[in-house]
């Protein structure tokens, strides 16, 4: 299976990137997962329509051709741990690569939201953006490792 994370912000806390990096580190080479990152854009007298605008070009353009949309969203759906599990299951007997989209500052533009097949949210509280890539990934690994009874997650 092949995952993609498109987050937009180029610089995150050195924290955050090594944790990414760690848990990316740990899937077996037929379950891979990649970020990639895009800038985001300046805010300099633009209003928030135009910057998600603008980002949701950069977004759009990082997403591989053909994989489902998962766009994070504070009023997306919850999912538990067993059930992202189950949905990265799903996807994955579909053959589909799967692209999960942190926005920036501002959220998702509509556009972006719309094209998703699924809006989640990954807490009913505000988390910072490194924050969320960082358990965005820890998720994915931890679906990955119950998908395959690895002794990672221990519910």
């Keep these: 299976m092949r995952i993609t994370v498109v987050a937009v912000g180029l610089r995150q806390p050195a924290w955050a990137d090594e944790a990414v990096r760690d848990y990316l580190a740990r899937f077996p080479r037929d379950f891979t997962?990649?970020?990639r990152e895009v800038k985001a854009e300046v805010r300099s007298g633009q209003t928030a329509a135009r910057?998600?605008?603008a980002e949701a070009e950069r977004i759009e353009k990082a997403i591989p051709a053909g994989d489902i949309v998962v766009a994070l969203d504070e009023h997306g759906r919850d999912l538990t741990t067993m059930d992202f599990a189950r949905r990265i299951e799903s996807w994955q007997n579909?053959?589909?690569?799967?692209t999960f989209i942190i926005g920036g500052?501002?959220?998702?533009?509509p556009r972006i939201k719309s094209s998703a097949r699924l809006m989640?949210?990954?807490?009913?509280?505000t988390l910072p953006h490194a924050f969320a890539r960082v358990l965005l990934c820890e998720q994915i690994y931890r679906a990955w490792s119950i998908?395959?009874?690895h002794p990672y997650h221990r519910a």
């Design 120 to 125: 989640m949210r990954i807490s009913s509280m």
């Design 105 to 109: 500052a501002d959220g998702l533009d």
């Design 51 to 53: 910057l998600m605008a």
């Design 147 to 149: 998908l395959h009874n």
């Design 33 to 35: 997962v990649t970020v």
């Design 94 to 98: 579909e053959g589909a690569g799967v």
